[in-house]
């Protein structure tokens, strides 16, 4: 069954603090794994796009990684800061099926100062 | 033009009334999606359309009736709707469905629905 678990469910760090979001998955056959961000009543954006032959990638203060091996991803926040708040969503998309997108329950960061 | 937009933002509605939202982009996506979002939920996926035809329909009631008119516009008919409709209404496209990268979602603010 394809699934994408993420944890924590919800983080509290003082501002300035770096933090790291999980995310592991079952899809198979793997296409490629996004983090999103999405704050309140707003839609998601894309934060990193990452391929099965890629290990890190980062995005200004956001570093991504995976590891196809483990099927585990990993977005690190460094030097949070008080608009980081939001949601944080692992999306991975499988490269068979007509709806091949999953989309992780998310991690709800609250960034305090 | 990098953007979906959403309309209207917020939208009340009671149980017999008919009311529509309405997505549009201008990127030349040929595919576009409709998702429901409960509080501290994913999204959950609604519709599917590619070339302006539906191509999935996740099982949604038939008091939710999608139409895409062109290729730029995605509407959301709403037809008697219960309380437990009430949700953050996301749209969003790609430029095709296919499982690469060129199915990067981009997303909408959403409309926030409350049904009394």
């Known amino acids: 069954k394809n699934q994408v678990e993420q944890s924590p469910q919800s983080l509290i760090i003082l501002e300035g603090k770096n933090c790291t979001l999980q995310c592991n998955y079952t899809v198979s056959p793997f296409s490629n794994l996004r983090w999103y961000k999405q704050d309140t009543g707003r839609g998601p954006v894309s934060l990193t796009i990452m391929t099965f032959s890629e290990n890190t990638k980062s995005n200004g203060r956001y570093t991504a990684t995976l590891d196809a091996d483990t099927k585990q991803s990993s977005l690190h926040i460094t030097a949070s800061q008080l608009s980081d708040s939001a949601s944080y969503i692992c999306?991975?998309?499988?490269?068979?099926?007509?709806?091949?997108?999953?989309f992780g329950t998310g991690t709800r960061l609250t960034v305090i100062p | 033009d990098t953007e979906v937009t959403q309309t209207p933002k917020h939208l009340v509605m009671g149980m017999t009334n008919k009311k529509s939202l309405k997505c549009e982009q201008h990127m030349g996506h040929r595919a576009m999606y409709w998702y429901k979002q409960k509080a501290k939920k994913p999204p959950e996926l609604m519709f599917v359309y590619s070339y302006e035809k539906l191509s999935i329909n996740e099982s949604v009631p038939s008091r939710f009736s999608p139409e895409c008119p062109n290729s730029s516009l995605l509407n959301l008919h709403l037809h008697a709707l219960q309380p437990e409709d009430s949700a953050l209404y996301l749209c969003?496209?790609?430029?095709?469905?296919?499982?690469?990268?060129?199915?990067?979602?981009?997303f909408g603010p959403g409309t926030r629905l409350t049904v009394l």
């Open positions: 999306v991975v998309s499988a490269r068979t099926g007509a709806n091949n997108l999953f």
């Open positions: 969003a496209s790609s430029t095709r469905t296919l499982a690469d990268l060129g199915n990067e979602q981009f």
